[in-house]
């Protein structure tokens, strides 16, 4: 098991940055699968990027370029920083691990991007 605690969001202006942290109740060093998802109001949560244990990323094809993640093991953390923000990027961001099978959820932090 383990708990995890986005911080990070805020309103920033179109082409802004910022930096999403989550944060782990244990160590993230055995847990392969981490990432970031979103959600939009009115519409389905959908995968951002993803890290795994030897620091292989993915990213979906609308935030490649502008965003990074990356994992911090001796913090048992994992970021995901934002560049270049634009107004579809708002959404509700969770951070997830998968272990054993099993997906947890952090309680999300909210980006909103607007002028």
């Known amino acids: 098991q383990v708990q995890l605690v986005e911080s990070g969001g805020g309103l920033v202006q179109p082409g802004g940055s910022l930096r999403l942290s989550c944060a782990a109740s244990?160590?993230?060093?055995?847990?392969?699968?981490m990432g970031w998802h979103r959600q939009a109001p009115g519409k389905q949560r959908e995968l951002v990027a993803t890290?795994?244990?030897?620091?292989?990323?993915t990213y979906a094809d609308a935030v490649k370029g502008r965003f990074t993640i990356s994992r911090d093991n001796a913090e048992n953390t994992v970021y995901l920083q934002m560049n270049s923000l634009k107004p579809e990027d708002t959404a509700l961001y969770y951070c997830?691990?998968?272990?054993?099978?099993?997906?947890?959820w952090g309680q999300g932090t909210q980006v909103t991007v607007s002028s």
């Open positions: 997830a691990a998968i272990i054993r099978g099993l997906v947890y």
């Open positions: 244990r160590s993230i060093f055995s847990i392969n699968a």
């Open positions: 890290i795994a244990s030897g620091g292989t990323t």
